[in-house]
């Protein structure tokens, strides 16, 4: 059998920003889905959107409610959401109360009543909300089972999408017989979390397409439901060729270390104390690529875009005009109760808004404290997949990293997201001649050949400036107390690589 | 709560009994208006909200409407939601006469106050678009209340 034998399936929008990418690219026509989740996790909502964005006057939807939320303040709040479009209503979207029949009688009657709505208005869309109440009725003559796979076949064959709604604990999920006759099992949670709520929503299943696995967090807003990717969307995006590129720092010394630059797509970590410039680093990053038309991102969590902008002024970098012109955007990031995902999607819709090539995150630790500590939990792995989404489609990222200034050791970070990084900018104070002096060296670069050198540096009026062509006749200087050596240059040089070399 | 409806509720659903007036006949009660309009809601408000949650909103409108129409007294809400003892009301005179179709005025207008308090004017409107296409209800004082 061909490929053009095959039959296509239709990919439904769902009407909830961020799920379509999740399910693979929307929902399946015709498929046949539960929506299942403790009360208040948003069920409800998530099947209103999906009926509002589909439902037409030639090929409405039918909205069930069972036994449960009344109808009429199910409307009253649902319409308080932006999505809710009263001249839909009901036209193009039904309610039909079924209350009195399961009261009164069988789920024989109930499928009966569904099939004679549905034969009538020729729906596109059925939702059943919520068929869990059912569930709890006993009945006679026709179980649980055979309703739902009845419902199931004749709902296809009049070519209808379906949702039944219904409030289920985790374990009731496990090999419960219903959820076998289903295309599509949604799972819907919140749990608390200290003070905030996190909401995740799981596919567990999907059949027909590729789903994205995982939990993936969600929100409701006023908007209604809001799903994060786990994969921001970009997985099924082509990877840009990069690599072959090297951007420059606006540091011609540091270009020169990193081999002529980084790499295009790379992701880079500046590690260093307070103090070292790691910021301004970051900044001069951004300005040359702006100098070289390439847009830019700086997110940042420690002070306001105003105040970030004024002092990379007072160092010679003008982050006002090309704000203006619409060439960088200094996100300021303070989320309080926002989870790790929403806040990567709030820095790659930037990304995507103005096509930035270069995304500063200044700093990871400002990032982390930002976050509510609900989700400080999947901080590293949130960050590894923006990075990894990303960098994966040509987007080169600086993210900076304050560090203990050990006189004993020399960290990288305190993150342990090394692994996250390609290359490796570290920074640190040294003891010279009874001054506190600045050294910068590069640690790693993926596949370049990077300098060796310890590199003394000053930040002057125009940014980071490299002073001093190598740090020779010192012993120690990674220690941050080096001590004069009557070596030759080249025997100190050999004593602090290897010394490097140890650390890492 | 127990304010009085506001005109245009009111126009409506003089409206909407003017309506259903003229596609009745002359030998029919007075309240037969108001049972067409009050029949037409529970039909559609009652697959909307199921026949209990009608018959609890009918059972409010009625108790407003009573406190303003005492001759209201004498119908009551049933189990289904219909509404009974309008039609038994056989007024001896045209003043009563006037005041059971004020009776049948104040009891819609007092359902569609509900409406309109519980799903807004925009939803309201839908559903009784979607129960009387055929009349105009563009606007809630609107004097037509069916299309030229």
């Known amino acids: 059998m061909s490929a053009q034998d095959k039959v296509e399936i239709n990919k439904l929008p769902t009407g909830v920003p961020g799920l379509d990418d999740i399910m693979g690219g929307g929902l399946p026509e015709f498929s046949f889905n539960i929506i299942a989740g403790a009360p208040g996790s948003g069920k409800t909502t998530l099947a209103h959107q999906f009926v509002f964005a589909n439902a037409t006057p030639e090929r409405p939807a039918l909205y069930f409610t069972v036994l449960g939320e009344s109808a009429l303040k199910m409307l009253r709040y649902q319409q308080q959401y932006t999505f809710f479009d009263p001249a839909k209503l009901p036209e193009s979207i039904r309610f039909i109360n079924l209350s009195h029949v399961v009261l009164e009688k069988d789920l024989g009657a109930v499928l009966e009543e569904i099939t004679k709505e549905v034969e009538k208005t020729n729906a596109a869309v059925v939702v059943v909300d919520s068929f869990r109440s059912m569930v709890r009725k006993p009945y006679s003559d026709m179980d649980l089972q055979s309703f739902i796979q009845r419902l199931a076949l004749f709902l296809a064959s009049w070519q209808a999408t379906t ?35 996190v909401r995740k929503l799981q596919i567990i299943k999907l059949r027909g397409q590729a789903s994205v696995p995982g939990l993936h967090t969600f929100r409701i807003t006023n908007a209604g439901v809001q799903a994060f990717s786990r994969t921001f969307g970009l997985t099924a995006r082509v990877k840009n060729l990069v690599g072959q590129r090297r951007l420059s720092f606006g540091v011609p010394d540091l270009d020169r270390m990193l081999d002529g630059g980084v790499r295009e797509g790379d992701s880079i970590l500046v590690a260093g104390p307070s103090g070292t410039g790691k910021s301004v680093l970051a900044a001069q990053f951004i300005a040359e690529g702006i100098k070289g038309g390439e847009a830019g991102i700086i997110a940042v969590f420690e002070e306001r875009p105003q105040a970030y902008a004024e002092r990379a002024a007072g160092l010679g970098l003008d982050l006002e005009t090309p704000q203006n012109d619409g060439k960088l955007t200094i996100l300021y990031l303070r989320p309080l109760d926002l989870s790790v995902d929403e806040t990567m999607h709030s820095i790659l819709d930037a990304v995507q808004k103005i096509d930035a090539r270069r995304l500063v995150i200044d700093s990871l630790a400002g990032f982390e404290m930002a976050l509510s500590p609900g989700f400080r939990a999947d901080f590293r792995e949130s960050l590894y997949r923006m990075i990894f989404a ?73 940014g980071v400036v490299i002073v001093d062509q190598r740090l020779t006749g010192y012993q120690g200087l990674i220690s941050g107390l080096p001590v004069r050596s009557n070596r030759s240059p080249r025997e100190v040089w050999s004593s602090n690589d290897s010394e490097t070399k140890k650390q890492t | 709560m127990n304010m009085a409806p506001l005109p245009e509720t009111r126009d409506l659903a ?83 006469r006037d005041r059971i179709h004020e009776g049948g005025v104040i009891l819609i207008s007092r359902l569609l106050g509900l409406l309109l308090i519980l799903l807004g004017e925009a939803l309201t409107m839908n559903l009784v678009r979607d129960m009387w296409p055929d009349a105009a209800h563009d606007h809630f004082n609107s004097e037509n209340g069916r299309k030229t």
């Open chain 2, 14 to 96: 003089q409206r909407l009994l003017s309506y259903e007036a003229k596609g009745g006949n002359a030998s029919e009660s007075v309240g037969s208006s108001t049972l067409r309009v009050y029949e037409k809601m529970r039909q559609s408000l009652g697959e909307l909200a199921g026949t209990a949650g009608f018959q609890a909103l009918a059972f409010r409108a009625l108790t407003l409407a009573r406190s303003e129409v005492p001759i209201l007294r004498a119908v009551e809400v049933t189990a289904d939601g219909s509404l009974n003892g309008m039609s038994a009301i056989e007024p001896p005179t045209n003043v009563e």
């Open chain 1, 390 to 462: 990303l960098t994966g489609i040509g987007v080169t990222i600086l993210s900076t990293v304050e560090v203990d200034e050990s006189f004993t050791e020399f960290p990288f970070s305190t993150y342990s997201i090394s692994f996250l990084c390609d290359d490796i900018i570290r920074l640190r104070y040294v003891s010279i001649d009874d001054q506190l002096r600045k050294v910068m060296a590069v640690i790693k670069m993926r596949g370049g050949n990077h300098a060796k050198d310890i590199r003394e540096y000053e930040i002057t009026s125009k």
């Open chain 1, 163 to 197: 949702f039944l709604i219904g409030e289920y604990a985790e374990d009731e999920l496990r090999e419960n017989p219903i959820f076998t006759v289903a295309d599509g099992l949604f799972w819907l949670r919140q749990t608390a979390e200290r003070n905030s709520v």
